[in-house]
């Protein structure tokens, strides 16, 4: 099992700088609009129903804003899928146990608090996210998509 701190990690920054040149088909805002437009992912900045109403992607960055998780909502907004994020019900949210099984926390507790401190970046989009986590190859906890090969 690779841990987070054993692999190399790629800064929003990069992701996004990489992903406009390899996909500029794709909509994709630059790194000022979505730090602008990002919070922490806590309930109390998920309230506003109004606050990632959409359906896209969104990608999940620690306190040194390395990417963490690279997520889409295409079913339901990504404001309802965030929620799942911090909810103590059993909502699907597989993230705890990720962060768990990546060595980033001891517990559901730790992990929820991890979970609390990770700052949101997201946008409209309906087919970037396998894209954007092949581009980071490594370091995020998702690896949906990406074949033995890549």
Do not use: W
């Amino acid at each position: 099992m690779l841990y987070l701190n054993e692999v190399k990690t790629m800064k929003i920054d990069e992701l996004i700088s990489i992903a406009q040149k390899q996909y500029p088909q794709e909509k994709i805002p630059s790194v000022e609009v979505l730090k602008k437009e990002s919070v922490l992912l806590k309930k109390e900045n998920l309230s506003r129903k109004d606050n990632f109403n959409y359906q896209g992607i969104y990608i999940l960055c620690n306190k040194k804003d390395d990417v963490v998780y690279i997520g889409s909502a295409y079913v339901q907004t990504v404001h309802k899928r965030l929620l799942q994020y911090t909810s103590s019900k059993d909502t699907g949210n597989s993230l705890i146990s990720d962060i768990i099984d990546m060595g980033l926390a001891k517990d559901n507790s730790a992990a929820m608090e991890y979970i609390k401190n990770l700052r949101i970046y997201a946008f409209p989009n309906d087919s970037l996210e396998y894209m954007l986590i092949k581009t980071t190859n490594v370091g995020v906890i998702n690896k949906v998509g990406i074949s033995e090969e890549s």
